[in-house]
């Protein structure tokens, strides 16, 4: 099992270009979320999902477009970017409420 | 709403014993504790659930006050391999947002 799959690893931007980062799980996982971490802090969710079609804002989700069109894929778009969202950004999956989160490896990304 | 961690960081012979506080101000369904090294992404250690239910590593062992809405991790006879930011997340009873602590920072020294 590849578990959970986030493309790019490295990415840079130029202020008000878009992106997508990629998620893709192979777990059946019905509950996927997006994560940012800035330097020497803790996780903060930007937007989650429920299952196929089920999508809900986080702590953090101005900026950031989110859509859930199949179980296996959560990808998450950066509509115009911007200096203050350079962080490292984490994808993660979970089998229902009762279960704990598979992580990605992670998107490092650096606005310019 | 963040759930407030304690110690913010830890430094610990290898052998010792430490406890890694989580408080949140909210009613909560569920307390999870992840592990995460410098540079890698946070593994899952454990999920304590409303009602007494536990699920996770069998080396690690924590608690959950439900009436206090706190947990605790206790990492005993403590490994080099410990080493790492230990962050807790709540999951509250009225929705699915997983909420994160800010980490408490673990060093072991040899």
């Known amino acids: 099992n590849a578990g959970v799959t986030q493309t790019p690893k490295f990415q840079v931007l130029k202020t008000g270009q878009s992106m997508t980062l990629q998620c893709a799980q192979d777990m059946n996982h019905e509950y996927m979320s997006w994560y940012r971490q800035d330097p020497g802090m803790g996780l903060r969710l930007i937007h989650y999902s429920v299952g196929a079609g089920i999508t809900d804002q986080g702590e953090v989700p101005n900026g950031y477009n989110v859509s859930r069109s199949t179980t296996e894929d959560f990808p998450l778009r950066l509509l115009s970017a911007a200096p203050s969202q350079t962080s490292v950004y984490f994808c993660?999956?979970?089998?229902?409420?009762?279960?704990?989160?598979?992580f990605g490896s992670g998107t490092r990304l650096t606005v310019v | 709403q963040q759930p407030v961690q304690s110690p913010q960081a830890v430094i610990l012979r290898e052998g010792e014993d430490a406890v890694i506080n989580c408080s949140s101000s909210?009613?909560?369904?569920?307390v999870h504790w992840y592990r995460q090294k410098h540079g890698e992404a946070p593994v899952f250690l454990m999920i304590l659930l409303k009602g007494g239910e536990q699920k996770g590593h069998e080396k690690i062992s924590a608690s959950f006050n439900e009436k206090k809405q706190q947990s605790s991790l206790y990492l005993t006879a403590s490994q080099l391999s410990y080493s790492g930011t230990y962050f807790c997340g709540t999951l509250g009873v009225s929705n699915y947002q997983l909420i994160w602590g800010a980490g408490t920072k673990l060093i072991i020294k040899p």
């Open positions: 993660a999956s979970s089998d229902g409420a009762n279960e704990g989160y598979t």
């Open positions: 909210k009613a909560l369904y569920s």
